[in-house]
């Protein structure tokens, strides 16, 4: 069973330029959430998707959007980068917000770097 | 806001020894997650605990949560050096997936 693939891995970006990253969750996994990991502020919560919705949202600006398609896979985009931008982007599968089994599943990340 | 936090947050050991990780969070929570990371890499889930009282072991980690007391423990026994790593506990708050994870413990384990 594959897990969560997010793609790309490793990317360079620099200031004021955007970027896309994508998050393919588990086979059958139909919620999908977002999570910044920096050194400073730790691991914080971006947004939360399920059914193509999204159903919650972090305390971040609105450069940081994401998007649900029918096939559960998600994206999330970062405009107007900042340096502070630079973080590993964690996306994490789960059955569905508030499943009984309750276990996440996080993916490799995407690690940004912002020049 | 529910706030979610670790002690120590670093914790140098030898092998063999016993210790233990404390995660407390603010508000009442039936839900919480033990993650590992190893630098570089991504999180691997270790536990989740869905009621209180209860308690999960794999190997020689060990995790219990007390909602009544907000309280949730990760004990290490007779560690080995490949459990260094930085623990993160995590608490689900409300519906949904939203987690609110601690600032992490780094586990250094000395041969």
């Known amino acids: 069973k594959a897990g969560v693939t997010q793609t790309p891995r490793y990317l360079i970006k620099t200031r004021g330029q955007q970027v896309t990253l994508s998050c393919s969750p588990i086979?059958?996994?139909?919620?999908v959430s977002w999570y910044q990991q920096t050194p400073g502020q730790g691991l914080q919560f971006l947004f939360e998707y399920f059914s193509e919705t999204q159903r919650n949202k972090g305390n971040f600006p609105g450069r940081f959007s994401g998007r649900q398609f029918s096939n559960s896979r998600s994206e999330m985009n970062v405009s107007t980068l900042e340096l502070g931008d630079s973080a590993l982007y964690l996306c994490?599968?789960?059955?569905?917000?508030?499943?009984?089994?309750?276990?996440?599943?996080f993916g490799e990340g995407s690690r940004l770097t912002v020049l | 806001e529910l706030k979610v936090e670790q002690n120590p947050l670093f914790l140098s050991m030898q092998e063999g020894k016993n210790y233990t990780i404390y995660c407390n969070y603010s508000?009442?929570?039936?839900?919480l997650y033990w993650y590992r990371q190893d630098p570089g890499k991504s999180l691997e889930s270790l536990f989740v605990?869905?009621?209180?009282?209860a308690v999960k072991q794999e190997g020689r980690l060990m995790a219990s949560l007390d909602t009544k007391a907000r309280l949730s423990t990760l004990h290490i026994t007779a560690a080995v050096h490949d459990l260094s790593a930085t623990y993160f506990c995590?608490?689900?708050?409300?519906?949904?997936?939203?987690?609110?994870f601690g600032e992490g413990t780094q586990l250094t384990v000395n041969p």
């Open positions: 605990l869905l009621s209180n009282g």
């Open positions: 086979s059958g996994h139909r919620s």
């Open positions: 508000t009442t929570s039936d839900r």
């Open positions: 994490a599968s789960s059955l569905e917000p508030g499943a009984n089994t309750g276990e996440l599943f």
């Open positions: 995590a608490v689900e708050g409300g519906w949904g997936s939203r987690l609110t």
